[in-house]
């Protein structure tokens, strides 16, 4: 079974500094996709960025980007100019890509909170 | 678009009680999950419809646990009867086919269960 693994119980970053949550997953796929998820004391989780596997390129959405490193199974999330807005839960996230039988599930990691100091 | 819809957005009921979560997906999804959310073991699968059939819900923690989808546009997740260690957030999610999108969650129900 996939597994997913946030190290960083707690981050903190001054405002309009820049911050990496890292991820790092488990699997024999070759296949997969990845996500980033926002969580903000509001409770809704809230989709930041993707990742395709097969794709090399690291997505990028505005000040969020991604270092996906897929032999080392990393898929860290940097955010860039931080924001008092950007405090939250960030939880990363794994689905595989065999279209079989219980595979459209997610696995998320225990996610990082996020604080930014004005 | 009113998003995915969930309620009540809190519950508090007591021990032994039927406590049941509701939960209207986006129009013209295919897939609706169903979550919980501890501080101890975060966000766990409970089960997924496909086209308002379960597909897999080995996550369902026992018997008490049920879940339904009788249309498209609306499931439910009961609990009867609940128990302390089923206080959590409990979230519902829908997606398009395929997922590879991510999911567009609910705001969660927080149940309390005394």
Known sequence: AQTVTQSQPEMSVQEAETVTLSCTYDTSESDYYLFWYKQPPSRQMILVIRQEAYKQQNATENRFSVNFQKAAKSFSLKISDSQLGDAAMYFCAYRSAMSQGG??????????????NP | DAGVIQSPRHEVTEMGQEVTLRCKPISGHDY???????????????IYFNNNVPIDDSGMPEDRFSA???NASFSTLKIQPSEPRDSAVYFCASSLYPVNYGYTFGSGTRLTVV
């Open chain 2, 68 to 70: 339904k989808m009788p």
């Open chain 1, 103 to 116: 595979s459209e599930k997610l696995v998320f990691g225990k996610g990082t909170k996020l604080t930014v």
């Open chain 2, 32 to 46: 609706l999950f169903w979550y919980r959310q501890t501080m101890m073991r975060g966000l766990e699968l409970l």
